[in-house]
């Protein structure tokens, strides 16, 4: 008999047992649906977290203040004011740092007051150089964005982020209206496209300024002369460590800092925090996909089950085929075609399951979920193995069985 043969009477065989093979196949189904799902929710995450980081900048190094000290009770960081607008300028220095691609110091003010005629409107201004729109990665929508002529004058302009011009205008451009902050009017020149938020900020509600507006207008006072954290990308992916050390000298220099561990400083990166992300993604992905191998263990049991039961309900077939010159392993392919085919279309149907709730689930869950292509190949190769795997020792049995003792068989 040959192989062609062997696969049609497989086929007739399942078919003829529409209700069993069904059943037969739905654990694997369920098993090979969770694994594509599992897969997808854990590459979606990683995705997402890429995707929110990037908005913060490409290649980006986090520069902190450290620790301040008051009535002998010490600060986290972020509490002193140890960096100044000279740190972030000497960052700039293209000798001193030649992989740092690009410096943009911030000073920040948070529950400013936004007015536009009757409507007014809380967020953060932001201020900061021209270099501030690529070290973190972001664009316009319309507008400008402040220059150099704009932060030597210390000149009253904006650049409104997505949400904070939406509350301040509606549908209308702001792009050459005004707007009040603190009691001085502001020129509006620009608008941010939206980038969504961080794990603490909402990038999309915020006002941008030029640097020496912000230390001379809203800030004020002795805070006028530090930054609250400066943003440095690095030249490239690839020299992003190089950026680290190169910052840590020139910082520590500048410090007269003799010891790491007395740093009036603190870098973080963003790589970091992706890394460490994923790898809670990971862990999580791999304790799920071992959930759904449980599931796929059954559901071979299930298949070994039902071919045990079929090859008590066909010894009489088995005798008569062994009968008429059928030899054991002609017989155990029979068998083992049968167990391999309930596994492909188990495994098809979780496939055709699983991607069906990719694309449905996410209008349901915040969290995105990507289809594998080659983890959708290796759970179908899984499903035939499965039921190839449990299929032989029903298939051994057939094999073995005696052709007069079959045929006598009721």
Known sequence: MTWPDILRNSWDAIRNH?????????????????????????????????KQLSSLGGNLLIISPGSATTGGVRGGFGSASTLTMADATALSSKTAAPDIGGVAPVLQSSNQSLVNGATNWTTTAVGSTPQWLSV??????SGRFINSSDESKAAAVTVLASDTASELFGPLDPVGRSVTISGVPYEVIGVLTSAGSDSTTNLDDQAIVPLTTAAERIVGGTNRTSVQNIYVKAAAPDQLSAAYQEA??????????????????????????????????DTLTVLLICVAALTLIVGGIGVMNIMLVSVKERTREIGLRKALGGTPAMIRRQFISEASMLGLTGGLLGVAFGVGGALILPH???????????????????????????????????????????????
């Open 248 to 281: 840590t000298t020139i910082l520590q220099g500048r410090h007269a800092i003799t010891a790491s561990s007395t740093s009036d400083f603190s870098i973080t990166t963003q790589q970091s925090v992706l890394s460490t992300t994923s790898s809670v993604n």
């Open 18 to 50: 529409k209700l069993r093979s069904t059943l037969t196949s739905l654990g694997i189904l369920i098993g090979i649906a969770a694994v594509v799902l599992t897969v997808g929710l854990g590459q979606g995450a990683q995705q997402q977290v890429a």
């Open 136 to 141: 973190r990665g972001r664009s316009l929508s």
């Open 364 to 410: 349901f869950i915040s969290n995105p979920i990507t289809v594998s292509l080659p983890w959708v190949a290796i759970a179908i190769t899984v499903a035939i193995a499965i039921g190839v795997g449990f299929g032989v020792y029903p298939a051994g049995r057939a094999a073995k069985l005696s052709p007069i003792d079959a045929l006598r068989s009721e």
